[in-house]
């Protein structure tokens, strides 16, 4: 750490907490920036970090604010086997709640903390920060779907987190909804994304609309739950060049749906069947199927006359 200190910003990303959390820690709890230099702003210092740090590990345990800034402050850690009143207090319930993400980076760390504490205002900020500073595609790599596949983990292993999956989820669909979209161009939009019948797993298809309106790129998004009668008639009054059908697991991914596409009256140039559910070997021919975001945004960034180009 530089020896005048860490700003409250470079503080609050190292926590994954927002600086309004940190503001009102310090206003309320007395935990602030103890170094002051004439004419800057305020600096913490390592041991301001450090009772921070149990600030933020009591709190995401579920420890009430008042009571796990009372051990910040300075209550010594007790050593195990002294009687219990003696200890840092337990989390109330749901003790040790990590969201697994593997080797991604400390956004995505920061990130999976601020969703345990049901954060929605941190996750919105360090999302919303990671998508000005890196764009959709890096930030959907490198911090969302590490955070998210960490949740499934969780949800899998013991049916907890239902929660957190779904305030987190609403978070990256508020960012993602918020990237410019490119203004009304002459050009119909020819690209269209939807999910298969019975489908609820939209985040990846936001994520390709989100990141193709960066690049200037139209597209209409149908999101969940399409039954294919229904995919059929938007393709048949918006004529896209391209339509892409997201799938996250086997029981939505039925190749009749493709087929029924490719054989309607007005059918897609180029159809992309995107995600997990959809098995290569068992599509009809001419489907594509990108294996990355990077891939469909790539195969669809030229589609003709899907930008204001
Ligand atoms: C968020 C979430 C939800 C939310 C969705 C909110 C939304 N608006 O999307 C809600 C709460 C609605 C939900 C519901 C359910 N869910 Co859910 N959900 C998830 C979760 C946590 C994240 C989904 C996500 O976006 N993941 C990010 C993925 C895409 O990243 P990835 O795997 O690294 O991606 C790889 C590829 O897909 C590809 N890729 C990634 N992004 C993109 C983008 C494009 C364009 C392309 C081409 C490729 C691509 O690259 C990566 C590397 O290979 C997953 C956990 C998980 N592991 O994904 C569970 C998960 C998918 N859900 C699951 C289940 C079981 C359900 C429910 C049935 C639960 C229930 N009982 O109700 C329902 C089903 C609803 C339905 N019919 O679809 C299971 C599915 C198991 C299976 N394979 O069948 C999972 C895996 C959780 C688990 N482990 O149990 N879910």
Redesign the pocket.
Known sequence: MADDGLSAGAVARRLGVAVTTLRSWHQRYGLGPSRHVPGQHRRYTADDLARLEVMRRLTTEGVTPAEAARWARGAPAVPDGEPAEERPPRARDGGGAVIPVGRAGPAARGLARAAVRLDAVAMRASIAEAVDAAGVVAT?DAM??PV??G???R??AGARF?EV??L??RCV?EVLAAVPRPSRSPAPTRILLSCAD???????????AAALAELGVHCRLLG??VPVTALVGAVARTAPEAV?V?S?????ADPAQLATLLSAPRRPVLL?A????WSAGALPDGVLV????A??VALLRDVPGSSGR
């Open positions: 959907w969302l779907r998210l596949v949740v499934g983990e949800h899998a239902i999956e779904h987190l989820s669909s019975e489908e609820q797993h939209t985040l990846p298809l936001e994520a390709l969940a739950r892409v997201w996250h697991a086997r029981h939505t992309l995107a995600g997990p559910g990108p294996a990355t975001l891939e469909a």
